[in-house]
């Protein structure tokens, strides 16, 4: 089992930043089998993928939208995985959640098999 708990959302203007946290909890299964990464669903939208890192944090993927702007990265030592945000948009504004899956370096919603509870990010003036 894995559990997943998101922290970091709130407010911003447009061209400023926040930084998501999520931490971790891995039960029964190997740590080193988890890739993670984060997804977002904006009100009346589908839920769409953000970005994702293997277990090493060498490898990385990210939607055309946010590359440039944003940064995934983990803390295999503290258990946790991050989204810096930088230079946001009005356009993403959205409940950002935190997502889990063995051995797949994923890059759409279907794939996950855990997922955290979400946390929201807005970007207004």
């Known amino acids: 089992q894995v559990q997943l708990v998101e922290s970091g959302g709130g407010s911003a203007q447009p061209g400023g930043s926040l930084r998501l946290s999520c931490t971790v909890t891995?039960?029964?299964?190997?740590?080193?089998?988890?890739?993670l990464g984060w997804f977002r669903q904006a009100p009346g939208k589908e839920r769409e993928f953000v970005a994702s890192i293997n277990v090493r944090g060498t490898l990385t993927r990210y939607h055309d939208a946010v590359k440039g702007r944003f940064t995934i990265s983990r803390d295999n030592d503290r258990n946790t995985v991050s989204l810096q945000m930088n230079n946001l948009d009005a356009k993403d504004t959205a409940v950002y959640f935190c997502?889990?899956?063995?051995?797949?370096?994923?890059?759409?919603?279907?794939?996950?098999?855990?997922w955290g509870q979400g946390t929201q990010v807005t970007v207004s003036s």
């Open positions: 891995v039960s029964d299964i190997s740590p080193a089998t988890i890739m």
């Open positions: 997502a889990a899956r063995q051995y797949i370096l994923f890059d759409n919603p279907q794939q996950p098999h855990y």
